[in-house]
């Protein structure tokens, strides 16, 4: 599986942000697709995972502004990101893997993109 991020970029607190990742190389829908973050001098944490159901699970910290979606027919992943904060600034990450049951965890997934940034200014 090959995943390419795109939709980074600079935006102001409270402000609002896509990203988007695109898969290739296997069978998109079946895998457990997640969206990780990694800000500067901290470990890499889960943000939200979308199973091959629809089902979805959010960190405490994004829960009520964040929303992980996916579009089988065009093997892509979203992180639609609103009332979004400083410390919301992280590179994310586009994570997938052949799990029976979804998690958050970041050792669970094999398969990663290389990353877009996401700034946010106060």
């Known amino acids: 599986v090959q995943l390419v991020e795109s939709g980074g970029g600079s935006v102001q607190a409270g402000g609002s942000q896509r990203l988007s990742c695109v898969a290739s190389?296997?069978?998109?829908?079946?895998?457990?697709m997640g969206w990780f973050r990694q800000a500067p001098g901290k470990e890499r944490e889960g943000v939200a995972t979308?199973?091959?159901?629809?089902?979805?699970m959010y960190a405490d910290s994004v829960k009520g502004r964040f929303t992980i979606s996916k579009d089988n027919a065009k093997n892509t992943l979203y992180l639609q990101m609103n009332s979004l904060k400083p410390e919301d600034t992280a590179k994310y990450y586009c994570?997938?893997?052949?799990?029976?049951?979804?998690?958050?965890?970041?050792?669970?997934?094999?398969?990663w993109g290389q990353g877009t940034q996401v700034t946010v200014s106060s």
């Open positions: 190389g296997s069978t998109f829908w079946r895998y457990c």
């Open positions: 979308i199973d091959d159901n629809g089902g979805t």
């Open positions: 994570a997938a893997d052949n799990l029976l049951i979804c998690r958050l965890s970041t050792s669970a997934y094999n398969y």
